[in-house]
């Protein structure tokens, strides 16, 4: 048989003491359900289509190395058509060897993107790590940014 020790005034009104975690459980269950059924949708699988570029131009080097890739997938470094086989050699003699030297790669917007990939990966296996993609500026872009770069310098 229990036994209740506790002095009561017999209204039946007596706080509980103890801690209540069920609403705090329910609110992290809640918490739980919203993540999951949001992290899925964070990723993005969007088509996209790049040939114009909306980034500030920056300064070009003296001499930049050109490494174009034309619609047909031939190569041409500077204006010289060059065989695929012969690139890391021309890209050698016009370097001097530098690996450290930024290549600037230009490709049709025709080319598929795995083909533009196959020469970023050549340029890779030959040690030219520094490889930096070629687009158009966007005129509306550039003469909107003209204003404002004026009006920062003065």
Same mark, same amino acid.
């Given at each position: #048989?229990?036994? &209740?020790? !506790?002095?009561?005034?017999?209204?039946?009104?007596?706080?509980?003491?103890?801690?209540?975690?069920?609403?705090?459980?329910?609110?992290? %269950?809640? %918490?739980?359900?919203?993540? #999951?059924? *949001?992290?899925?949708?964070? $990723? /993005?699988?969007?088509?996209?289509?790049?040939? $114009?570029?909306? =980034? *500030?131009?920056?300064? +070009?080097?003296?001499?930049?190395?050109?490494? $174009? /890739?034309?619609?047909?997938?031939? %190569?041409?470094?500077?204006? &010289?058509?060059?065989?695929?086989? *012969?690139?890391?050699?021309?890209?050698?003699?016009?370097?001097?060897?530098?690996?450290?030297?930024?290549?600037?790669? +230009?490709?049709?917007?025709?080319?598929?993107?795995?083909? %533009? #990939?196959?020469? #970023? @990966?050549?340029?890779? @296996?030959?040690?030219?790590? !520094?490889? =930096?993609?070629?687009?158009?500026?966007?005129? @509306?872009?550039?003469? *909107? =940014?003209?204003?404002?770069? =004026?009006?920062?310098? &003065?």
């Amino acid at each position: #048989m229990a036994m &209740n020790l !506790k002095d009561s005034d017999g209204d039946g009104a007596d706080e509980v003491s103890e801690i209540n975690i069920t609403p705090f459980i329910d609110v992290v %269950l809640v %918490l739980l359900i919203i993540f #999951m059924v *949001a992290a899925p949708l964070s $990723t /993005v699988d969007v088509a996209v289509d790049l040939p $114009t570029s909306n =980034a *500030a131009p920056q300064e +070009r080097p003296d001499e930049p190395i050109y490494l $174009t /890739v034309q619609d047909d997938l031939t %190569l041409s470094l500077g204006e &010289n058509p060059i065989a695929s086989e *012969a690139l890391q050699a021309a890209l050698d003699e016009r370097t001097g060897g530098d690996r450290e030297q930024r290549i600037f790669l +230009r490709a049709d917007e025709t080319v598929a993107y795995g083909d %533009l #990939m196959e020469v #970023m @990966n050549g340029l890779r @296996n030959g040690g030219y790590l !520094k490889i =930096a993609l070629v687009g158009l500026e966007d005129p @509306n872009t550039a003469t *909107a =940014a003209a204003p404002a770069q =004026a009006q920062a310098t &003065n």
